[in-house]
Every structure is written in structure tokens, then in C-alpha cells.
């Protein structure tokens, strides 16, 4: 790996025993909030010392089979000294849909270790049947300006599900944008359409599972799941379609890579977006991710990291303007599944690791 400055980043672990940690939140302190899939908050030490348990979540509502769970966290410091918590999980539905689930964000006042005030602020629509399919509820959560969220959700995977990516009465498959508060922003771009979820953002993904803002630019970049192969990169833009399952550069599962034909049967159509950059047949299987501002490592500022599932890596993406570079992998020697990646407010990064035994770990210099 290059040397920064004369030194090579290493690598410490933080905190282990970790049921797959999927988000990660700073507090004004440098704590962290993490969620573990199995449905537990954390509140854990800047120095991963001390763990505890933040109660209030509901966690009877939860779905955890397949990649379901307790997923992503955000927060947000209010001017009153409130701190908001924001939560994206799979929800079970109620009643007659109680064999349905689909993805959820709530929103609460974090009061020491107590969630307060849980209200949901978004459901995506539809929820599906268990049976068909416990995939893809997208879910990374981004807090922008303007006091605005934006949410992936993914499309349930199921071939009877995946269309639904392209309707636009439907969630499924979408980028969505909401005020804070779960109200619908009116410059929303499918504002006032006959059919279509006001929420919605942008359409056509698959699986996003990472979203991070430029820190100079401003621009909205998504990472989301191919199936085999397929991986992409996307710099979000209102209204725009990234055209799953229309088009795409995977494979369906079951076929051979080297000579099957791509999802959709092509790589490109009129009308749809290309992903920024993309790895072809090759699997990473990208998750969370985070711009690097420098402040650590000076060679890395204004890339983007990519933590990585699949391939067991961390990519290190250069960026200029809305074009890529280059794309690095590293840290494949550890081989360990990356979930998500953060900036510490030190400028270190800090990884979560997808596993029984999961870990934050952080890389400095």
C-alpha cells in the first residue's frame, strides 16, 4: 500500500462483539452510535471503552431475516440542544399484511441512553410478502442542507419485485428525499404526477447501499448492489432514471458470468443514466461510504471510500468532478467483510465489519 507521507495507515480495532454492525453516528462528544442488525442501538465511547445499550427502539416491529433488520442511523444536533436520532430498519407490517415487511425510518429524541418521542416519518410502499423475498431494503440514510433526508430503498430482488423499480406509484428501487420532519419537500421533482410517490427522488436502483455528499461540490454519489456483477457508482440527480431493471452490466444469479447476457439484455437504452464508473463481472458488492476531506490523510483528500462486502476490500476512489480516476482496493489482507465507513472527527476512518463478531476498526496514521 503507498506510504502517506513517509507512513503507512494502520489499522486498530475500537470496539469488537458486534452482531453485524450496519450504521454508524457521531455525537457532539465523539461517541458513536451504531446499530446491529439484530435490532440494538449502541452508544459506544469515542475510544470504544465503554458500550451501552439505548433503549426505546421497538424492536417487536422488526423484521431481521434475510437482509433485514436495524440498519442505518443519522443524527441531527437541533439549535435547542435536542438531538434527533434517525433510524432506517425493516419494518413488519400489521393486521392483514403482518407477513409483510419493507423498509421504515423513524426519527427520536435521544435523552441519555433512551430513545424518546419514536415517530416513523417514512414507510416505503409497498411493503412485500415475506415469502417472496427478506432482500434488498436499500435504506442508508442521508441528512443534507435545508433540513432535508434522503433514503435508498431497494427493489426486494424477486424478479416479481425488481420491475417495480421503473413505477413510479411504487418505492421500491428508488432514491427518496423528505423533510426531517417526514413531510414531502414541494420542489420534490415528481410533485403534482398523477401516479407517481411524492418522495420519490430518482428511480431505477437496485440495491443503494451507500450515499455521501461531495464536501465541495455538493453532488449526491450512490453505491448500489449488481447482482452478478454489476456494482456501480451514480452521482444522484433529481428525476433521473439509473435504469435497473431496464439496463444493467450483471448477470442473473445462477448463470455463467463470463458468457451470460446482462440483466435487461443490454448495458444501455436512451432515457436511462450511466453509473459514473461501474466493475463489470467483477463483485465488490459495495456498501456505506465517506468522502475524505484530508485532514489525516492529505493524499486521499477528496476521495471517495468505499467499503466493500464481497470482495472483502476497502476501494479508495479518485475523484475529479463527476469523473473517476482510478480506484484502489486495499486492506484485502484482512479479510473482513466492510459494511460501512465514517470520518472521525480526528480525520481517521473508522470501518464497520459485516460479521457474528463484528468490529469497528479504526485506520490511521
Not at 420532519?181 to 427522488?201: K, R, Y
Not at 476531506?293 to 479508495?316: S, V
Not at 484482512?334 to 480526528?346: K, S, Y
Amino acid at each position: 500500500m503507498k506510504a502517506l507521507g513517509g507512513l503507512l495507515p494502520t489499522v486498530s480495532t475500537v470496539r469488537s462483539g458486534l452482531d453485524h454492525p450496519w450504521g454508524l453516528a457521531f455525537l457532539a462528544d465523539n461517541s458513536m452510535l451504531v446499530t446491529e442488525r439484530v435490532g440494538r442501538l449502541s452508544l459506544v465511547s469515542a475510544d470504544g471503552g465503554k458500550i451501552s445499550t439505548v433503549t426505546g427502539f421497538p424492536i417487536g416491529r422488526l423484521q431481521t431475516a434475510g437482509h433485514g433488520g436495524l440498519l442505518d442511523v443519522a443524527v441531527d444536533h437541533s439549535e435547542g440542544g435536542d438531538i434527533w436520532v434517525y433510524l432506517s430498519y425493516a419494518e413488519l407490517g400489521t393486521d392483514e399484511q403482518s407477513d409483510r415487511a419493507g423498509a421504515a425510518v423513524a426519527r427520536a429524541r435521544l435523552v441519555g441512553t433512551e430513545l424518546h418521542d419514536f415517530t416513523v416519518i417514512f414507510r416505503a410502499f409497498p411493503k412485500y410478502p415475506l415469502s417472496l423475498s427478506t432482500f434488498h431494503y436499500g435504506s442508508r440514510l442521508l441528512l443534507a442542507g435545508d433540513d432535508k433526508l434522503f433514503i435508498t430503498v431497494g427493489e426486494g430482488r424477486n424478479e416479481l419485485l425488481r420491475r417495480q423499480a421503473q413505477w413510479l406509484r411504487s418505492h421500491l428501487g428508488k432514491i427518496v428525499r423528505i423533510n426531517r420532519d417526514g413531510s414531502v419537500p414541494q420542489d420534490n421533482p415528481f410533485i403534482g404526477h398523477e401516479v407517481a410517490q411524492p418522495e420519490l427522488w430518482t428511480l431505477g436502483h437496485r440495491n443503494p447501499q451507500g450515499l455521501a455528499m461531495h464536501p465541495v461540490t455538493g453532488d449526491i454519489w450512490s453505491s448500489e448492489h449488481g447482482p452478478q456483477g454489476g456494482d456501480e457508482l451514480n452521482v444522484i440527480e433529481p428525476g433521473h432514471n439509473y435504469g435497473w431493471p431496464k439496463i444493467s452490466y450483471g448477470c442473473e444469479y445462477g448463470t455463467p458470468v463470463d458468457t451470460c447476457t446482462v440483466v435487461g439484455g443490454s448495458t444501455s437504452a436512451p432515457g436511462l443514466d450511466q453509473p459514473v464508473t461501474h466493475w463489470g463481472r467483477v463483485r465488490i458488492a459495495p456498501s456505506g461510504m465517506a468522502f475524505c476531506d484530508g485532514r489525516m490523510f492529505p493524499e486521499w483528500r477528496d476521495h471517495l471510500i468505499l467499503a466493500g462486502l464481497g470482495g472483502k476490500e476497502l476501494w479508495l476512489v479518485g475523484i475529479e468532478g463527476r469523473t473517476v480516476v482510478s480506484r484502489t482496493p486495499m486492506f484485502a489482507e484482512l479479510g473482513r467483510r466492510f459494511r460501512h465507513v465514517r470520518q472521525a472527527p480526528d480525520g481517521s476512518l473508522l470501518l464497520l465489519t459485516d460479521e457474528d463478531n463484528g468490529s469497528i476498526l479504526r485506520v490511521s496514521v
